[in-house]
């Protein structure tokens, strides 16, 4: 099983930006599909971003595309969350995950799918 750390979270003004790293231990990172979920308080936790294995596809929550980025380094076993123009209404704990896939070019954007999950890092988008 592969482990996660986030990092990079933190308190911005909206229309900030902040990067999310994700670092993976443990397990073939290069064999995981990789995605980032949110939990905002008193809410479901929602789908972000992911990218597949290859980091060639990837899929964005509808509330985030064109503002966010997600992307991977395969060699450092690193994903990153790009957050561009961000909004108070970003505001979440932001988690990161993983989901052993066969397929290099799948995306998953189904909590359900991913089997590791990080801690998850506080991002605050203050108006």
């Known amino acids: 099983q592969v482990q996660l750390v986030e990092s990079g979270g933190g308190l911005v003004l909206a229309g900030g930006s902040l990067r999310l790293s994700c670092a993976a231990s443990?397990?073939?990172?290069?064999?995981?599909?990789m995605g980032w979920f949110r939990q905002a308080p008193g809410k479901e936790r929602e789908f972000v971003a992911a990218i597949s294995r290859s980091g060639s596809n990837n899929a964005y929550a509808d509330s985030v595309k064109g503002r966010f980025t997600i992307s991977r380094d395969n060699a450092e076993k690193v994903v990153f969350l790009q957050m561009n123009s961000l909004k108070p209404e970003d505001t979440a704990v932001y988690y990161c995950?993983?989901?052993?896939?066969?397929?290099?070019?799948?995306?998953?954007?189904?909590?359900?799918?991913?089997?590791?999950w990080g801690q998850g890092t506080q991002v605050t988008v203050s108006s």
């Open positions: 443990g397990r073939t990172f290069s064999n995981y599909a």
């Open positions: 995950a993983a989901s052993a896939t066969a397929v290099i070019f799948r995306v998953r954007i189904d909590a359900k799918e991913y089997s590791a």
